[in-house]
């Protein structure tokens, strides 16, 4: 069973940058899948980026050019790189992390974009 922790969310002008952290602890994520999702208040939880073990990446067309997924497998880490944030960013971000035979979520850390 992996355990993840997310952190880095906070408050942030509009325009502004954060970068969030996934950390893994327990089995080795070989082979996984990360995922960022997000879920804003009456909203359903929705897919922002993914990236697979070797590095392939995807992104929901609403961060393009702004976020940017990445992983270091050696520190069993992930991050979220966002830019240019907008208010409708605001959300909880929760890390995911997915295999053949096991999915993991993080507790979800909370991202504020508010002048």
């Known amino acids: 069973q992996v355990q993840l922790v997310e952190s880095g969310g906070g408050l942030v002008q509009p325009g502004g940058s954060l970068r969030l952290s996934c950390a893994a602890s327990?089995?080795?994520?070989?082979?996984?899948?990360i995922a960022w999702y997000r879920q804003a208040p009456g909203n359903e939880r929705e897919l922002v980026a993914t990236?697979?073990?070797?590095?392939?990446?995807n992104y929901a067309d609403f961060v393009k050019g702004r976020f940017t997924i990445s992983r270091d497998n050696a520190k069993k880490t992930a991050y979220l790189q966002m830019n240019s944030l907008k208010p409708e960013d605001t959300a909880v971000y929760y890390c995911?992390?997915?295999?053949?035979?096991?999915?993991?979520w993080g507790q979800g850390t909370q991202v504020t974009v508010s002048s």
């Open positions: 327990g089995s080795i994520l070989f082979g996984s899948v």
């Open positions: 995911n992390a997915r295999t053949a035979l096991t999915e993991s």
């Open positions: 990236i697979t073990w070797g590095g392939s990446t």
